[in-house]
């Protein structure tokens, strides 16, 4: 519009400025019957410019007063509320489609027409479906009803950033009262909190998350472990009774869980408290709520009396099974017997050839002082996939 206007103005201007400054301004004639004008160019265009401005303001004043009718508000409503309709129609059409995009635009325009708190909420949807958050806040805003859609709100302020929640600690507490089961709140709540390093807030949200299936199996057994090795390692700092307290105040499933019981064990073996990680382990692992691959995977075995008393037994029954040979490797070598160490974990990567299980073998033969078969063995890991 500004564009337009400047090329009008600069028009007029050319054309009053060039005859004036040539000298011969020019004339025009005009004829109706027995009535003639003539004037000159400059003249015409002056008169014609402000024919239009007063042509305009007249119709605007009609317009004016039309409106203040009751006639006039009616028609005048009713075509705005058409137009209103018309675009709020193709809103849902592109929203059928697909096209977010076209759907943002014909609400926004359906909005302009109705100033209605819906068509504000429709929009603040569409936005969000396209990734736009602060402009579905916005569009919430205008809704005048914020306080009615607080949930809202929130979970387009995590979704845009989960830092948020470091200034609205408190208001997120009260939503997750509010609404203790909403999907949405909770595993957002729960993301939140992780990057705050919050995790006794996200211990008491972790029943809520695997009662409504908000992350797969792995990821929840990755932030279960993560969450309660944080607690107990902070309860570590206080002192090993604070440690061992915590272990007992939590309930017998909760002990009995594989990602917990590996935070204790995992917490146990930072502290070097092997007497304690040694039945953690060996009990866990007799009651099947460990596996004897991750904990070799991940070298959480330790050279303790319970766990060589249980290899021995399960050895006994089945002598070539090479994740035992591999476990009872791990242990010899924890304990110094490199050469009973070396013997378990050539029969393990014979039998069933790792990544660990060489990587195990190569650090045996390093002890040992065997460079030249370390090294063989490191490289035969390198080509086999954890």
Not at 107 to 136: F, S, T
Not at 264 to 279: G, H, V, W
């Amino acid at each position: 519009m500004r564009f337009a206007l400047t090329l009008i103005i600069l028009l007029i201007a050319g054309l009053l400025i060039g005859p004036l400054w040539s000298g011969n301004t020019g004339y025009i004639l005009i004829s109706l019957g027995q009535w003639t004008i003539e004037t000159s160019i400059v003249a015409a265009i002056i008169i014609l410019t402000l024919l239009i401005l007063v042509l305009r303001l007249l119709l605007t004043g009609i317009r004016r007063i039309i409106r203040g009718t009751s006639w006039g508000m009616s028609w005048f409503g009713r075509r705005r509320e058409a137009k209103a309709g018309d675009a709020y129609t193709d809103a849902l059409e592109a929203l059928l489609q697909g096209d977010y995009v076209l759907a943002s635009r014909n609400i926004n325009r359906c909005y302009q027409l109705g100033k209605d708190q819906q068509d504000a909420l429709l929009a603040a949807y569409i936005a969000a479906q396209l990734g736009d958050l602060k402009q579905a806040q916005d569009w919430l805003n205008k809704t005048g009803r914020t306080d009615d859609f607080r949930l809202a709100e929130m979970l387009f302020s995590l979704r845009a950033d989960p830092a948020n929640a470091s200034s609205r600690i408190t208001e997120l507490a009260g939503l997750l009262k509010q609404y203790p089961h909403h999907p949405q709140l909770v595993k957002l709540a729960i993301l939140s909190y992780r990057n705050l390093h919050k995790y006794r807030e996200i211990s008491d949200l972790l029943p809520t998350a695997a009662q409504l299936n908000l992350f797969s199996a792995t990821e929840l057994a990755e932030l279960t472990e993560q969450t309660f090795l944080a607690l107990m390692l902070a309860a570590a700092k206080l002192s090993l009774p604070s440690l061992r307290q915590y272990w007992q105040s939590l309930s017998k499933e909760q002990r009995a869980t594989t990602a917990i019981r590996t935070a204790y064990l995992q917490t146990l073996i930072k502290l070097e408290q092997s007497t304690a990680a040694d039945k953690i382990a060996a009990r866990g692992l007799k009651r099947g709520q460990l596996e004897l691959a991750e904990l070799l995977q991940r070298q959480l075995l330790v050279a303790g009396t319970e766990l060589r008393e249980w290899l021995q037994q399960q050895l006994k029954q089945h002598p070539d099974d090479a994740l035992l040979l591999q476990a009872l490797g791990q242990m010899a070598y924890l304990s110094k017997d490199y050469s009973l160490a070396q013997r378990a974990l050539r029969k393990a990567t014979e039998l069933a050839p790792s990544q660990r299980a060489w990587f195990d073998l190569a650090q045996t033969y390093d002890a040992l002082g065997d460079t030249n078969a370390a090294l063989r063995a490191y490289r035969e890991g390198l080509q086999h996939s954890s």
